[in-house]
């Protein structure tokens, strides 16, 4: 079964740094784009950025061009989202898709930010 | 930048209806559109991609059409595992469409 298993939720304080994860298992995870999209509490969906594990190649969103960093280790099938300082406004649930074909599918099940002081 | 721009944001329409919803593109794009249903607390799931082929498991109530600027989601007959947001996608920048609840009537 091709899935994709994100870390467990965070509460940061602002100014803090952060790298949530979204390991991917059943499938060649070089041969995949990942993508990050964030759900901000009570919005749409928002793409952030796309990593090709297999080389690195990593594009951002303008809107999240940085503002956030995307990487991944493919010895252990796992993409990355970090911060190096949170804001208040970064409080969001965060998701990764496997991009494939026409479409990311399937997804990871998110991980709830929430950055408060 | 491509935006999308879907309509209604909000619908309310009852078990057995006909819903159709309408996602528009800045400029065209091909049929490189997905469409993804979201419940709440759940993550997305892939419905529809390349506009209208049906992802493998969705229901054959639910349709896609369109191409270029214009593309519709349309449900043949609202079940009550329906009730939920749609988004579409665009697959070349990948922008999301803003989304349409769908509500109980």
């Known amino acids: 079964e091709v899935q994709l298993v994100q870390s467990g939720a965070e509460v940061k304080k602002p100014g803090e740094s952060l790298k949530i994860s979204c390991k991917g298992s059943g499938y060649s995870f070089t041969s995949y784009w990942i993508g990050w999209v964030r759900q901000m509490p009570g919005k749409g969906l928002e793409w952030m950025g796309i990593i090709y594990p297999g080389d690195s190649d990593t594009r951002y969103s303008p809107s999240f061009q940085g503002q956030v960093t995307i990487s991944a280790d493919k010895s252990i099938s796992t993409a990355y989202l970090q911060w190096s300082s949170l804001k208040a406004s970064d409080t969001a649930m965060y998701y990764c898709a496997r991009h494939l074909g026409g479409a990311f599918d399937p997804w990871g099940q998110g991980t709830l930010v929430t950055v408060s002081s | ?105």
């Open chain 2, 1 to 105: 930048d491509i935006q999308l721009t879907q309509s209604p944001s909000f619908l309310s329409a009852s078990v057995g209806d006909r819903v159709t919803i309408t996602c528009r593109a800045s400029q065209g794009i091909s049929s490189y559109l997905a469409w993804y249903q979201q419940k709440p607390g759940k993550a997305p799931k892939l419905l529809i991609y390349a506009a209208s082929t049906l992802q493998s498991g969705v229901p054959s109530r639910f349709s896609g059409s369109g191409s270029g600027t214009e593309f519709t989601l349309t449900i043949s007959s609202l079940q009550p595992e329906d009730f939920a947001t749609y988004y579409c996608q665009q697959l070349n920048s990948y922008p999301f469409g803003g989304g349409t609840k769908v509500e109980i009537k």
